[in-house]
T-cell receptor
């Protein structure tokens, strides 16, 4: 089976930086996605990594190490609106559905 | 229509009844997907379709069926609903190559 692990819950302070880790053990790899999901809403796309390294997009960055089966999502200058679940997902091969981790619920506190 | 729509938004259903959840996208995406999301279990793939006329089974297909008669529509049918099918159902789509998936707003289904 496919295994994608991420912490269940995290808490961080407004204005701080938080790193959400994701490790994966899968039968194939064609890219890793991060999604944000606010309570009661649909997931929305944040980032995509297919090569090793850091991808930066405003306050959000995502890192990938394929040799270690590891990714993280870095959120800077945290805002209250960043309180949400963050989902890590792996695409096993081209044109196949994503396999999702169970998500990390992030709470941003004042 | 803009993006992906799902209907109904929510539904309460008696066990044993038949139910079809509707999903329509206007982005001309080739691939479409159905997921269910349950607390503590995350998003799990039920069925998918890479292109009109083809479908495939996901991680949890039992009790569900799908069809893909055209590019835009991908209905999910529960032939005889059971309480364990109480969940939030999300439809999603992506263009060829399985890039970024776009999700619909979801359907909250309760089976009593």
């Amino acid at each position: 089976g496919q295994n994608i692990d991420q912490p269940t819950e995290m808490t961080a302070t407004e204005g701080a930086i938080v790193q959400i880790n994701c490790t994966y053990q899968t039968s194939g790899f064609n890219g890793l996605f991060w999604y944000q999901q606010h309570a009661g809403e649909a997931p929305t796309f944040l980032s995509y990594n297919v090569l090793d390294g850091l991808e930066e997009k405003g306050r959000f960055s995502s890192f990938l190490s394929r040799s270690k089966g590891y990714s993280y999502l870095l959120l800077k200058e945290l805002q209250m609106k960043d309180s949400a679940s963050y989902l890590c997902a792996v695409q096993l091969s081209g044109n196949t559905p994503l396999v999702f981790g169970k998500g990390t619920r992030l709470s941003v506190i004042a | 229509i803009a993006g992906i729509t799902q209907a109904p938004t929510s539904q309460i259903l008696a066990a044993g009844r038949r139910m079809t959840l509707r999903c329509t996208q206007d982005m001309r995406h080739n691939a479409m997907y159905w997921y269910r999301q349950d607390l503590g279990l995350g998003l799990r793939l039920i069925h998918y379709s890479n292109t009109a006329g083809t479908t495939g089974k996901g991680e949890v297909p039992d009790g569900y069926s799908v069809s893909r008669a055209n590019t835009d529509d991908f209905p999910l049918t529960l032939a005889s609903a059971v309480p364990s099918q109480t969940s939030v159902y999300f439809c999603a789509s992506s263009d060829a190559g399985g890039n970024e998936q776009f999700f619909g707003p979801g359907t909250r289904l309760t089976v009593l």
